[in-house]
């Protein structure tokens, strides 16, 4: 015995108090940071492969703006001191330019823990998080930093 039932769909609207203008959410600014570690050959086409993927990432996501693809090529990852565009993108984040970086992994990032935790807690100054896409942590959740530091530590 089926019953022929028809189901109305009724779209959500957002609401808003009268006279009150509802203003647009600023999209987020998001940077990417690509690093690899020697100039060889198979290397740079990583780095390219990098800078295309999160180019794409971030563009693709109508909340975000692209705030620059930062990398570092052949450059090793142990002191930030050499790496010329990952102070760039310090800069840039504390001149209030960028508010999410977006980055392959810890290691990526910083091989060095203390560095690593050191722009980390700069950065959550600043209200900037730092997606880590590998380990899938966000430093801005409450479980950031204590995984941060556990991965960070291994790398």
């Known amino acids: 015995m089926a019953m022929n ?3 109305t769909v009724i ?3 957002a609401r808003k108090r009268n006279g009150e203008k509802q203003e647009a959410k600023p999209k987020l600014r998001v940077a990417a940071y690509c690093r690899v570690s020697t100039d060889s050959e198979e290397q740079a086409s990583s780095y390219d492969v990098q800078v295309k ?3 794409s990432y971030i563009e693709g996501n109508s909340e975000w703006e692209l705030a620059g693809i930062f990398a570092d090529d052949g450059i090793s990852g142990t002191n930030t001191k ?3 565009e990952f102070n760039r993108m310090i800069e840039a984040c504390m001149e ?3 508010d999410m970086i977006i980055t392959k ?3 990526r990032f910083a091989r060095n823990t203390l560095d690593c935790l050191k722009y980390i807690r700069q950065l959550k100054d600043k209200d900037i998080a730092v997606f880590f ?3 899938n942590i966000n430093t801005m959740d409450s479980k950031g930093e204590i995984m941060l530091t556990i991965m960070a530590s291994l790398a």
Request: proline share 5%; charged share 40%; no cysteine.
């Open 5 to 7: 039932r028809s189901v």
């Open 11 to 13: 779209p959500a609207r």
């Open 53 to 55: 993927h999160y180019t």
């Open 82 to 84: 050499k790496r010329e």
């Open 96 to 98: 209030g330019n960028i």
């Open 105 to 107: 992994s810890i290691s």
């Open 133 to 135: 896409e590998k380990e």
